[in-house]
């Protein structure tokens, strides 16, 4: 066993060898003179103990106090009652506390027994009630905050644990305080009554035993009983009002003594009002001016002093403040802000400089602007901030695109041209720098001014070199906008549909799917292009099948399938027989077959020949289709549909792949070739 665990074994012990065994008084002065240290100990914790958690086992030691000091009351009884000398600490608290006088020592200790038992008691028992109610009716928004936090990546699962046990911690103490109150209440009223016994036993064994008179035995008795009532009843006081200082504490922060003088003392307007009423009070009514106006005086003085202690404060501030900024201008750079990753930068060479600079006519912010209004109309969400810097180490005409810090494209312009496409019908030909569209890689001219309106009329496509930088732009976020979803983009999109439909979301989250969850079903979504700007209906379909499910592909299939409309418009043009390949049901077999389930999803375990078939089959049926210019669509069963766009993504990245349900009822469609193995 620990040291401390013996010392605490011992100290119960103690008590329970009190109530039985009879102690001398040199053992019990000892034992006196120790329950009044410990109480005083227990009071300057109390004080200034910066959290009430810091002092979590009071209700236990307020508990242990109680029985000790109950015991050392029992012993000292036994000793006034058997010998009538109970040691030095009792008869000195008897004469000198109680003035050797027994109507003033009862008089104090009543005193003392009513401040005890009506103002402190009281007062402490309520409170004590009333923040254990309330602590435990906070609990679930307290546990729904952190769940929330959590979700959102705000904190991390050791964060949340750590909380979560605060809250218990927090619980468990202010309700055991709730109860622990009734200790020191029982205490002092235990206290009046060993007194009243005391009392009427010493006044009983005088007459009996020693023959003296009715009040050479009150005197005698009397004075000890009150010493023993104040010796045990001081203690009793001192752990009293520790407990009212515990379950009033406010402070968690700052220190107790530092506080309490800052709130008292700390407007000067206050200092001087209270010094002058004393000042009056001293020098216009018949009270001791002597008393009055120092004290007066002395406020005046106090209030002085704090203002120009405020007034030092406040340029100590200041100066502060210049030297932070100073200090942050003259460092050659604030380490931690390179810490910070854009989601989205576009970096350009100092030729694109007058393209991003409005003073020099250039509109690439506004369109940047416009992009962000694009992107949220037809896909509904929010792209982040996407950030413009120049970048000497570029060449003039050149700028790169980045997504999260990393470098995922590139491109370059020619200042004061334009950029001809040919649509593919244009038969004469125009002179120009031969280039590639950023975009898409198509074969593109450089021209000058002078020949924009000829190669217009011829039918090419002119375009500005700030629209070629938007529209790569544009595609870009198109293409890694699954990403750039965030879990904080995800809680404003599930805070702005709360304020319409409340109901559709307090069922959904964090009941049925976290937004970690719901942020991969978006992203799912987002990947393949599909809007979520119905996000009305993502959720409630989400909310439909949560309850079964938790897999976030799943619960993406069943999203699509939900927005078929939206798919149908955006593949299928209406009044129009689309061209789409099917999959060979003997292929689809296969695919099902080889999926294998596990607790962190589903994945394919196809042969590697069967796979390879497999694609360059596909590849032969897309090329059919590009023949004929038109986009090559897939079309597969729904159960199928997520693993067959697994299995392609890496070979076809923008192959799109659609299942029967998905595809609305008035679309006609037309199979032109199908995947097989053969």
Do not use: C
């Not at 009150?218 to 001081?234: A, C, E, F, P, R």
């Not at 890496?650 to 097989?676: A, H, P, T």
Request: hydrophobic share 45%.
């Amino acid at each position: 066993m620990k040291k401390a665990d013996i010392g605490i074994a011992l100290y119960l012990l103690a008590a329970i060898i009190f109530f039985i065994v009879p102690i001398p008084a040199i053992l019990l002065d000892i034992m006196l003179t120790f329950n009044i240290s410990i109480a005083l100990l227990i009071l300057m914790n109390a004080l200034f103990v910066k959290e009430v958690l810091d002092m979590s086992f009071f209700p236990t030691l307020l508990l242990f106090t109680t029985i000790f000091r109950i015991s050392l009351n029992v012993s000292s009884t036994r000793l006034i009652l058997y010998t009538g000398d109970p040691g030095n600490v009792v008869r000195t608290f008897g004469s000198f506390v109680g003035g050797n006088d027994i109507i003033i020592g009862a008089i104090i200790f009543v005193v003392m027994i009513l401040i005890q038992l009506i103002v402190i008691n009281k007062g402490s028992e309520r409170v004590s009630e009333v923040t254990a109610r309330f602590t435990l009716d906070a609990m679930p928004g307290k546990q729904m905050a952190i769940d929330a936090d959590l979700n959102t990546g705000t904190i991390n699962e050791k964060q949340a644990r750590e909380r979560r046990d605060k809250i218990q911690q927090e619980s468990s103490f202010f309700g055991a305080m709730d109860g622990a109150t009734k200790y020191v209440k029982g205490d002092a009223t235990v206290g009046i009554v060993v007194t009243l016994i005391n009392l009427v036993g010493g006044i009983a064994m005088g007459m009996t035993r020693q023959g003296l008179t009715v009040g050479d035995a009150l005197n005698q008795y009397g004075i000890l009983t009150i010493g023993d009532g104040l010796v045990s009843q001081i203690p009793s006081l001192l752990i009293s009002l520790a407990t009212g200082i515990l379950v009033t504490k406010a402070s968690k922060e700052a220190d107790f003594g530092d506080t309490l003088i800052h709130q008292l003392f700390g407007l000067p307007k206050v200092l001087y009002i209270v010094g002058a009423v004393l000042i009056f009070l001293g020098l216009a009514t018949p009270l001791e001016w002597r008393m009055f106006v120092p004290l007066g005086i002395a406020f005046l003085v106090a209030g002085r002093s704090m203002e120009t202690s405020l007034g030092v404060e406040a340029i100590e501030e200041e100066v502060d403040m210049a030297e932070e900024q100073a200090e942050e201008i003259r460092r050659p750079e604030n380490v931690v802000s390179l810490l910070q990753v854009d989601p989205i930068e576009l970096e350009f060479g100092y030729g694109i400089i007058p393209l991003a600079d409005v003073n020099q006519g250039g509109d690439l912010l506004d369109r940047v602007v416009m992009i962000r209004r694009q992107i949220a109309l037809e896909l509904g969400t929010v792209v982040p901030i996407i950030r413009l810097r120049d970048n000497i180490q570029l060449n003039p005409n050149q700028y790169i695109i980045k997504i999260k810090g990393i470098q995922v494209t590139e491109g370059e312009i020619l200042f004061d041209h334009y950029m001809a496409m040919n649509p593919g019908f244009v038969e004469e030909e125009i002179s120009g720098i031969p280039t590639f569209e950023p975009s898409f890689h198509l074969p593109a001219l450089w021209i000058t001014e002078s020949q924009r309106e000829r190669a217009e009329s011829l039918g090419y496509t002119v375009v500005d070199p700030p629209s070629i930088i938007a529209t790569h732009l544009t595609e870009v976020i198109r293409q890694h906008i699954d990403e750039l979803l965030s879990r904080q983009d995800v809680q404003n999109l599930v805070n702005n549909i709360k304020e319409t439909n409340p109901t559709l979301v307090d069922e959904l989250v964090p009941k049925l799917l976290g937004i970690g969850e719901i942020q991969k079903v978006l992203q799912n979504l987002l990947r393949e292009g599909i809007s979520i700007r119905d996000l009305l209906t993502v959720f409630e379909t989400m909310a439909d099948h949560a309850a079964t499910t938790r897999d976030t592909d799943v619960l993406t299939e069943y999203a699509r399938q939900s927005l078929k409309r939206a798919i149908s418009s955006k593949y299928f043009p209406a009044n129009e027989v689309t061209s789409v390949i099917t999959l060979d049901p003997k292929v689809e077999q296969d695919i099902m077959g080889s999926v294998k389930q596990t607790e962190q999803g589903a994945y394919l375990t196809l042969d590697p020949e069967k796979t390879k078939a497999i694609m360059a089959s596909l590849e032969t049926e897309i090329q059919k289709l590009e023949n004929l210019g038109k986009n090559a669509i897939i079309i597969t069963s729904p159960i199928v549909r997520m693993y067959f766009k697994k299995l392609t993504e890496d070979y076809f990245k923008d192959l799109i792949v659609v299942s029967y349900n998905e595809v609305d009822s008035n679309i006609e469609l037309q199979s032109v070739g199908m995947v097989s193995l053969s």
